[in-house]
């Protein structure tokens, strides 16, 4: 798996949902970057499965762009708030014409297969110029079990 390029940023939400908010005017860099940072956050007891994530971000014209990331050694932080508090995680920043995306994050187990246990989590999100879109997706148990 490959090793992630960067941290992550600004992260909020409840357990088990999908959060999407975008950071009007913020940006990466003084550049005015455009793009999208994505994060999974999976359950507490998900870290004995899982062990890394399969994003990807697909246009409304069915161009895709993936990553494939370990978890983080740490989990967030209690500054995130009590229900992502202590949750393992990885992130990826991609660059992005604006748009409109629909964003896939694939749970996988130890040597790349998807994870039985739990389930993908996806969003829709809107890239607008100058901004960098902010998405926190959060794993959930499959309901296959």
């Known amino acids: 798996m490959a090793r992630k390029p960067n941290g992550v940023s600004v992260l909020a939400g409840a357990a088990f949902s999908v959060v999407l908010f975008a950071c009007s005017g913020a940006s990466t860099d003084e550049a005015g970057d455009t793009g999208l940072h994505v994060a999974l956050a999976v359950p507490r007891d998900a870290k004995a499965e899982v062990t890394g994530v399969f994003f990807q971000v697909t246009n409304s014209l069915g161009h895709a762009r993936h990553a494939?990331?370990?978890?983080?050694?740490?989990?967030?932080?209690?500054?995130?708030?009590?229900?992502?508090?202590?949750?393992?995680?990885?992130?990826?920043?991609?660059?992005?014409?604006?748009?409109?995306?629909?964003?896939?994050?694939?749970?996988?187990?130890?040597?790349?297969?998807?994870?039985?246990l739990f389930a993908e989590a996806r969003s829709d999100a809107w890239v607008s110029a100058g901004t960098v879109t902010e998405i926190v997706l959060t794993g959930s148990p499959s309901q296959a079990e």
Do not use: M, N
Not at 95 to 115: N, Q
């Open 68 to 116: 494939i990331f370990s978890l983080e050694e740490e989990t967030l932080p209690g500054l995130l708030g009590p229900d992502l508090a202590g949750h393992p995680f990885t992130d990826w920043l991609v660059r992005l014409e604006p748009g409109a995306y629909t964003v896939v994050a694939t749970p996988l187990k130890k040597g790349g297969s998807p994870s039985e």
